[in-house]
């Protein structure tokens, strides 16, 4: 296999806990993406990155679409982790959200399903959650996905698996 790292950024856990199970699995380098510099991803042929959504944004991102450009002729792999089902048309918006077009020919992506543990968030994201949940309870006819996240809030979910990981690893085998 091509020289391969793995960078990650995680808030909770989830997304680290993912980049270690594909790091195994493609027995490749892993780092952590706030450690690492330009100079060093210009060292691989293939990066994975992965960092958790938050408002649609991902965590970590901006070194890698910042410095793009430098990063020509890579294998690029990009993942987001996050606690929604991550439904194709969902995913599609979150990520023309974090890179243009151009970037997205050039990148192969995936969503792995994490989870929320409503007592482990920041005092931001909490306030940021409540928001959410209030949105939520005024709506009148909430959605399934809506229903399991105020659920959520009470009882922890935690969808990290390493069966989640086989469309992203097998394409990395195949470059």
């Not at 691989?44 to 679409?65: F, H, K, S, V």
């Not at 929604?84 to 979150?94: A, D, L």
């Not at 482990?120 to 909430?142: A, D």
Request: glycine letters at 10%; a positive charge; hydrophobic letters at 35%.
């Amino acid at each position: 296999m091509r020289k391969t790292i793995v960078v990650y950024r995680s808030e909770y856990g989830y997304t680290k806990r993912y980049a270690e199970m594909i790091a195994e699995e493609l027995h490749c380098e892993i780092q952590e993406g706030s450690n690492i510099t330009i100079d060093d991803l210009k060292k691989y042929d293939t990066i994975i990155w992965g960092g958790g959504l938050y408002a649609g944004g991902l965590n970590g991102i901006e070194l890698l679409r910042d410095s793009f450009e430098s990063l020509q002729g890579k294998n690029i792999v990009v993942w987001a982790t996050g606690f929604s089902p991550g439904r194709s048309s969902e995913m599609q918006k979150v990520w023309r959200h974090n890179f243009t077009d151009s970037m997205l020919a050039q990148i192969h992506t995936f969503y792995l399903r994490g989870g929320f543990d409503y007592q482990r968030l920041s005092v931001g994201h909490k306030i940021m959650m409540n928001g959410l949940k209030l949105k939520i309870k005024m709506t009148k006819n909430p959605g399934e996905d809506e229903r399991r996240l105020l659920k959520a809030y009470r009882i922890p979910e935690d969808h990290c698996d390493k069966n989640n990981l086989s469309g992203l690893v097998e394409y990395v085998r195949s470059l």
